[in-house]
Nanobody, 120 residues
Framework: VQLQASGGGSVQAGGSLRLSCAAS????????MGWYRQAPGKQRELVAS???????ITVDSVKGRFTISRDNVKNTVDLQMNSLKPEDTAVYYC???????????????WGQGTQVTVSS
């Protein structure tokens, strides 16, 4: 699976950005697409994900501000980020994986990172 991400950039606090990611290749090997982020000196964390069936997971720190959407026909996943805060500054990675349930996940694929910088 190849993941091609776009979007990101620099914005002032309170602004908005949109990230997009398109998957190609062996799409059947994944059933979840989403976004991770990694800030300097911190571990990579899941921001939001959405399964083929529509199950959505969003980290508490972005709830009410970020919205994830998927197009299962086009194999794309977008992340609309509103009311951005300086603490949202990070490299954002598109991700695809297969969730087997019972907290088992396999077949992780990563897109190239895209920088999001929020200034105060």
């Amino acid at each position: 699976v190849q993941l091609q991400a776009s979007g990101g950039g620099s914005v002032q606090a309170g602004g908005s950005l949109r990230l997009s990611c398109a998957a190609s290749g062996s799409i059947s090997s994944i059933n979840v697409m989403g976004w991770y982020r990694q800030a300097p000196g911190k571990q990579r964390e899941l921001v939001a994900s959405k399964s083929n069936g529509g199950k959505t997971i969003t980290v508490d720190s972005v709830k009410g501000r970020f919205t994830i959407s998927r197009d299962n026909v086009k194999n794309t996943v977008d992340l609309q980020m509103n009311s951005l805060k300086p603490e949202d500054t990070a490299v954002y990675y598109c991700v695809g994986f297969r969730d087997l349930g019972l907290k088992q996940r396999i077949n992780y694929y990563w897109g190239q990172g895209t920088q999001v910088t929020v200034s105060s």
